[in-house]
């Protein structure tokens, strides 16, 4: 009996601690909140003032000035070494140099000889030319403090407010909507769903623009050399992507890798019609030019402890996406998306077979058996772009507010699987390292292996794997998890 008692004294201590933590947690962001909103107040009333036409009295706010990556620093204290995520995609630098440089470890950039190399290290420092008024207002966000003087996190739904008044002073048009790329919204999405993760930003990899005099003379043997061109190229990639493993995967200790792009069959022909001057080459040659890729990919997808995810293509087939489709990528999941506004998906998206799933579009729906999770959007891509209660959400550029998305595509389901891979280490896993083992059992816990699709061939589509998940309908993210937002 004592010992029950003992026992029963102890647990309600530890629930005690428990709710006092999570009380002290809510006061704390009520705070922030609070003085957050006090601070937008004042910052507007101050942009109001200001008049970039150069005929008010502060106009020389309105002055443009350099801003470069190196101005910046990056502030470990407030972020989780164990969420370093990688992101590779062009249009990154911008954001990452002008608002959220102190959540941004490392910017790399792949430069004429094929090699990734960092900011700040030598000829690559992104610079950008902002109005005082901005950098001054973006940085004060970017440094923003609590009540304990500790730098912290600020969601840009709660800098709703102060948008009108920056776009008004620094219209995107006629500023800065030309650094905007495909890489924008998935960069943000990670930044804004993983408060307390740091980012490692990369240039896409297109190493047969770097070394097209190669890539296009494949067969060539030139005069100094004893091997084709295909091999010195293979040689090259397997070159820069051990160099890349070393310096960029184990140099800062990266444990997610966001990648919305690919190589495929028909990107080689691609480049072949943009880079070369000569007829397609033969379906041999083609191939043989994609596998050189394959020493990337298994830096990518089978670096130790590293869990990646990548956009899928659409309209796959086994010869376009050879290198898409192969499972012997272990730690790589293949993210697709679908939309609807009721998934009447549960929590772990197990589906009975008595109800009809969602629908994939057509280009989705002959890809399936390759796509390991589908992402649901929770919008209608027609005006007037009806949405559901928790939609997939796309940041402004400067991070002064968020609002539904209005088109869907496979590169923007990526960083949301993989928000939700964070999302479920730091609920289910927390006290485990990421292990090749762990990401396989993460893998098998954000897809379970209890569903049935009407519709769907068992065997050759999914195997009993629920592939359908809808994370946001139950807020299966860092930044709800931690009450940012709800």
């Known amino acids: 009996m004592l010992k029950l008692k003992f026992t029963k004294l102890v647990c309600c201590s530890c629930m005690l601690w428990g709710v006092s933590t999570s009380v002290n947690a809510q006061n704390d962001l009520q705070y922030l909140k609070q003085k957050v909103a006090s601070w937008v107040t004042d910052k507007v009333i101050e942009l109001k003032e200001l008049n970039c036409d150069n005929t008010g009295i502060n106009s020389f706010q309105c002055e443009k000035e350099a801003i470069r990556f190196s101005d910046g620093r990056f502030n470990p204290a407030k972020l989780d070494p164990n969420q370093t995520i990688l992101i590779l995609d062009d249009g990154l630098e911008f954001s990452s140099t002008v608002r959220y440089r102190s959540r941004i470890k490392a910017a790399y950039e792949q430069m004429n000889d094929g090699f990734y190399h960092q900011a700040e290290q030598g000829d690559y420092d992104p610079e950008f030319n902002l109005p005082l008024l901005a950098i001054n207002t973006l940085r004060e966000i970017d440094q923003f403090t609590d009540e304990n003087s500790n730098e912290t996190f600020i969601p840009a739904l709660w800098l709703s407010q102060l948008k009108p008044e920056m776009e008004r002073l620094y219209p995107a048009s006629d500023n800065y909507s030309q650094y905007l790329d495909h890489g924008k919204m998935p960069l943000l999405y990670l930044l804004e769903h993983n408060p307390k993760a740091e980012l490692v930003i990369a240039s896409a990899p297109d190493f047969f623009k770097q070394k097209h005099t190669l890539f296009c003379q494949p067969d060539k043997i030139e005069e100094d050399q004893q091997s084709t061109n295909l091999v010195r190229l293979e040689q090259h990639i397997f070159e820069a992507a051990d160099a890349f493993k070393t310096e960029v995967i184990n140099g800062q200790n990266i444990n997610y890798i966001n990648y919305s792009g690919g190589y495929t069959l028909n990107t080689v022909k691609s480049d072949w019609n943009k880079f070369c001057k000569t007829n397609l080459p033969s379906n041999q040659t ?201």
């Not at 087939?317 to 009447?344: A, C, H, P, Q, W």
């Open 286 to 486: 083609l191939k043989a030019l994609l596998n050189t890729i394959r020493p990337f990919y298994d830096v990518l997808f089978n670096s130790e402890g590293v869990f990646a995810f990548q956009a899928s293509d659409v309209n796959m087939t086994t010869t376009n996406n050879v290198l898409d489709i192969d499972k012997n990528y272990k730690n790589r999941m293949l993210v697709g998306d679908f939309t609807i506004l009721d998934s009447e998906l549960p929590e772990d998206g197990a589906f009975s077979y008595w109800k009809r799933p969602p629908e994939l579009l057509y280009n989705r729906n002959n890809s399936k058996r390759w796509i390991d999770i589908f992402i649901n959007f929770g919008i209608i891509e027609v005006r007037p772009f009806p949405y559901n209660e928790t939609p997939l959400m796309n940041t402004h550029p400067l991070g002064l507010n968020s609002l539904p998305i209005s088109s869907m595509q496979p590169s923007w389901a990526a960083p949301v699987a993989l928000s939700r891979a964070i999302h479920l280490k730091n609920t289910i896993f927390i006290d485990k390292g990421l292990t090749n083992d762990l990401i396989i059992e993460m893998k098998n816990k954000m897809t379970p292996n209890n569903c049935s699709y009407q519709g769907w061939s068992y065997y050759r589509d999914y195997n009993g794997t629920c592939k359908l998940q809808d994370p946001l309908l139950h807020r299966q993210h860092e930044v709800y998890r931690l009450r940012y937002l709800e």
